[in-house]
Structures are given as C-alpha cells and as structure tokens.
C-alpha cells in the first residue's frame, strides 16, 4: 500500500489522500475541490483512479466528486447515514458556508455499514462508523492506517455543533477510536497527520471519556 497526501484543498483546508495497490489503482478518500489539482496528482504517480471513499457527506469532503467521475468513471461509496448529503446542497452546508461555483453530483452511490469491508485489489478497508460530526461519519483502516475524516483530528476532533452534529455520539466515537488495537498511523480530513498512540495520550477529547 502507498499513501500520498495531497494538498489541503477547499476554503476549508481539507485534507484527501490517494491510496494505491500494487497495481497502480487508487482509492481517494475523500474529495475536497479542484478536481483538475487532484487529477494531475494522479497521473505524476501513474495511478488509475478505480474509487472515491467518502468519511462524510459536508461539501469541503465532496465537492470534486462530479468532476471525477466524469473524467474517470470511477464508483463513488458513502455511508447509508450520509447518502442524502451527497445530493442535498443544504445539508451539506453550501448554503451555510455561502459556497460559490459548487458542481452538485447526481450519479450513483455504492453505500455501506460498519458490516462491510471496502477492497481495492489487494487493500481492505474496515469501515468504523463514528458519527457525532454527522450521523453518517465514519473513518477507514487499511493496514496501519486509519482515514479518519472529521472525527479525529491532531489533539481535537470534528465539530458538533453544525446540523446533524451531536456531542453525546461523538464521546462514544472518540471511546470506540481509543479502544481500538495498536498504533495506528492516522491521517485527519484537517491540520497535520498524528497517530493513534498520540492521540491518547495528549488529546483532551480521548483523555476525557
């Protein structure tokens, strides 16, 4: 497995990252804005981009999905939770972050629980759902690796307090990350990547359960 972190895109300073096998297919978690940005950082690593995982449905993690399914077919998968964001320009909050030039997405969507494992070739994807930024959140582990979108940051976590946030799932999320087995290398949908043991032991909202 290769991880390559691309820039942090959207108003938001989202973070994405392209997940390659060894057959130079890639998984995208995640896409922020500027499709063509992303596009380019695929073709310099000569990867095909086969799948778009989505942590959640809010417009800075979604916003480059109909551009790149149009210029590469590839399947877009979102939890069953946060399936209507993805088409619904209000609860994604473009309206709420005053968002200009938003391409709306209308195609299909592959969904699933925290039941099912997400594949690419060789790469398995856990899926953990962990809703409190939105019923819907969920982060990824592969290998070592968690994708951990807006519910675990560096030192913090995702915000609440926008619709659909709900602090009290949110502290069962952060319990069930701090249970998890190992030392998981984490990278966040914002700020710098950390690590799982990090985390426990200097961020207030797994110290604090």
Known sequence: MRIYCLKPLSICDTNSYLVASEKGNAVLIDAPADAAYILE????YGLT????????????HVGAVAD?????????????????????EESMLVHHFMVRGYKKYTGDVIT???NDILTLDELEFDVLETPGHTRGSVCFICEDSMFSGDTLFARSCG???LPDGDPDAMKR??????D????LKVYPGHMQLTTLDAER???YYLQNL
């Open 201 to 203: 032991k200097y961020n």
């Open 112 to 114: 699933f629980t925290e």
């Open 159 to 161: 915000r609440t307090d």
């Open 173 to 178: 999320s952060m319990k069930k990350i701090y």
């Open 180 to 183: 998890l087995g190992g030392n």
């Open 41 to 44: 950082q695929i073709a310099f």
């Open 68 to 88: 790149l399914v149009d210029a590469t077919g590839c399947e877009v998968y979102i939890s069953v939770s946060d399936k209507d964001k993805l088409y619904d």
């Open 49 to 60: 981009l086969k799948k778009i995982f989505l942590t959640h449905g809010h417009f800075d």
